[in-house]
């Protein structure tokens, strides 16, 4: 067990910490690879770099897709000013009062920069500026080149991608700091599972998917490919268990156990995947809680929509400040969304 928790500590925060904006997931993919190749009948990628990891059963059990997304929101470089600095877009849903101050790394052709999100500094700025949020458009990265031409001589360049410059951290009690636990911390269940259910006789095929975070656009492609029997969307979701939350809208909370969602934007979850794991939490004793707020949306979104139809679901582990530059979950989420989402795929298969 002490092993397990520490495999899979050092496995979260090896995705925590490689780079993956939308549009540009895969180190995500390589570090995948590298944990299931081994573990896979078969590995694919498609053209849009959605990864797939197939264990093929026994014809008799259904086809369950498992999806976890590699990309986490992120930052499009757009304009590079004559002094050097850098304009920028959000990818994904960044709210832009958290922005400035904020350290991010950026990846040109040649090299990667580190920069700041920069802004006029609070000594001269007027009291309704300090009041108010300002725009994405008036912000900018400062990545200490003094010119235009500096910044393209060293490799930066319109179309830079960039993330959150953040290391992983343990912070003692089992609880987890991180970048992009949203949804690494699903990467990481959607490993585990996988190599749990190696010896199985189930049909499954867990996939890496690309560029949810800018609308599930990668899930959308891989499940018309695979045209799964059921699918689960695996993810880290919002826990606002934090002073002044009101308890009906904290949504999850951290060590309350695995979210299952029953609605959010995109889905309502089947009556038939939501009734599976309700089951299995009770009957397993394996702690969960509903997903309390119905906003955001998942590749499940996508995937129960394909062709004719996907019973569909989402399962998740609480992540308190997701969306922003780090995150914080704890081991016990960690360890007991990979134990139900395991015994979900039995148990789905076996119906
Ligand atoms: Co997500």
Request: hydrophobic residues 40%; glycine residues 10%.
């Amino acid at each position: 067990m002490v092993n397990d928790l520490s495999e899979r500590t050092t496995l979260l925060a090896t995705l925590s910490n490689a780079f993956g904006p939308p549009g540009n997931e895969v180190n995500v993919a390589e570090i995948l690879k590298k944990e299931l190749e081994d573990f896979a009948d078969e590995v694919r990628v498609d053209k849009l770099g959605n990864i797939f990891f197939y264990h093929h059963g026994r014809e008799r059990y259904p086809n369950v897709m498992l999806a976890a997304h590699m990309d986490e929101v992120g930052f499009l470089v757009t304009f590079i000013e004559t002094t050097g600095f850098l304009r920028f877009q959000t990818l994904g849903g960044i709210p832009s009062n958290i922005l400035p101050g904020q350290t991010i790394l950026l990846r040109g052709e040649k090299r990667d920069f580190k920069g700041i999100i920069g802004t006029k500094p609070p000594h001269i700025m007027t009291d309704e500026e300090k009041k108010n949020v300002v725009p994405i458009e008036d912000l900018f990265i400062d990545i200490g080149a003094e010119s235009l031409e500096e910044a393209n001589n060293r490799g930066m360049e319109i179309g830079a991608l960039g993330v959150f410059d953040i290391e992983f951290a343990e912070l003692g009690g089992g609880y987890l700091r991180g970048k992009a636990f949203d949804d690494r911390a699903g990467c990481t269940v959607l490993v585990e599972v996988f190599k749990a259910l190696k010896d199985s006789h189930y049909n499954l095929v867990a996939v890496g998917t690309v560029q949810e975070e800018v609308g599930g656009r990668g899930a959308r492609t891989a499940a018309w490919q695979l045209e799964p029997d059921y699918g689960l969307a695996l993810e880290g979701t919002f826990a606002a268990d934090v002073p002044g939350s009101r308890e009906d809208r904290m949504s999850a909370t951290l060590k309350g156990g695995p979210v299952i969602t029953i609605m959010d934007r995109t889905t309502i979850t089947h009556p038939a995947v939501l009734r599976t794991l309700i089951t299995l939490g009770k009957e397993k004793a394996i702690p969960f809680q509903f997903k309390k707020v119905p906003m955001g949306g998942t590749d499940a979104g996508v995937i129960h929509l394909t062709k004719a139809g996907v019973p569909s679901g989402t399962v998740a582990v609480p992540c308190r400040y997701i969306h922003g530059p780090v995150a914080l979950t704890h081991i016990d989420d960690l360890s007991n969304t990979i134990t139900l989402t395991t015994e979900f795929v039995k148990a789905i298969s076996r119906q």
